[in-house]
Antibody, heavy 120, light 111 residues
């Protein structure tokens, strides 16, 4: 079955760019029908959708984060990535990658999540 | 502040039935978009629990059920068990935001 795994630095300096990668295994990221998504969860808070990408490269972002977010896809490595610029302590969160079923809009499966702390 | 509104916490004794509400608006649940529910055990990633308002993925107990009406949805859990203690979140799509929206999550405590 499809599995997702996040990777990247656990500590980012304020004002720098947060970069994470999600590696997809057990299936091809190029199989149509899914959006590849980033979601975050601030400590003790609810889930927040960051954005998603289709294998062709088309994207959609949360309006509240759009000016700072870039999601890209590398089909040759079966990976997609998140870049969040100009981070502050408010960006400290657990970041999840997940697969979203197009037109039905539910997430399954999810990666295990990775905690990113923004601190100097 | 989440677009979908859930109670912060609910509780129930083993064997009892509890419900968790998820209230939206005319641009999400009320616009006809499906509601999905996730269970998040302590220290774990969310897991799909209910999809398309009232469907259970393979392997999910039939003690879990979902419903939707107008601008709200509910998750019901019957025969509460200690292992059900977790955070539960609802999710839908919002046409005004052109994106996915979540509830703030509800912590279920089994007394």
């Amino acid at each position: 079955q499809v599995q997702l795994q996040e990777s990247g630095p656990g500590l980012v300096t304020p004002s720098q760019t947060l970069s994470l990668t999600c590696t997809v295994s057990g299936g091809s990221i190029s199989s149509g029908g899914y959006y590849w998504t980033w979601i975050r969860q601030h400590p003790g808070k609810g889930l927040e959708w960051i954005g998603y990408i289709f294998y062709s490269g088309s994207t959609s972002y949360n309006p509240s984060l759009k000016s700072r977010v870039t999601i890209s896809v590398d089909t040759s490595y079966n990976q997609f990535s998140l870049k969040l610029s100009s981070v502050t302590a408010a960006d400290t969160a657990v970041y999840y990658c997940a697969r979203l079923l197009r037109r039905r809009n539910w997430f399954d499966p999810w990666g295990q999540g990775t905690l990113v702390t923004v601190s100097s | 502040q989440s677009v979908l509104t859930q109670p912060p916490s609910v509780s129930g004794a083993p064997g009892q039935r509890v419900t968790i509400s998820c209230t939206g608006s005319s641009s999400n649940i009320g616009a006809g978009y499906d509601v999905h529910w996730y269970q998040q055990l302590p220290g774990s990633a969310p897991k799909l629990l209910i999809y398309g308002n009232n469907n259970r993925p393979s392997g999910v107990s039939d003690r879990f059920s979902g419903s939707k009406s107008a601008t709200s949805a509910s998750l019901a859990i019957t025969g509460l068990q200690a292992e059900d203690e977790a955070d539960y979140s609802c999710q839908s799509y919002d046409s005004s935001l052109s994106g996915v929206v979540f509830g703030g999550g509800t912590k279920l405590t089994v007394l």
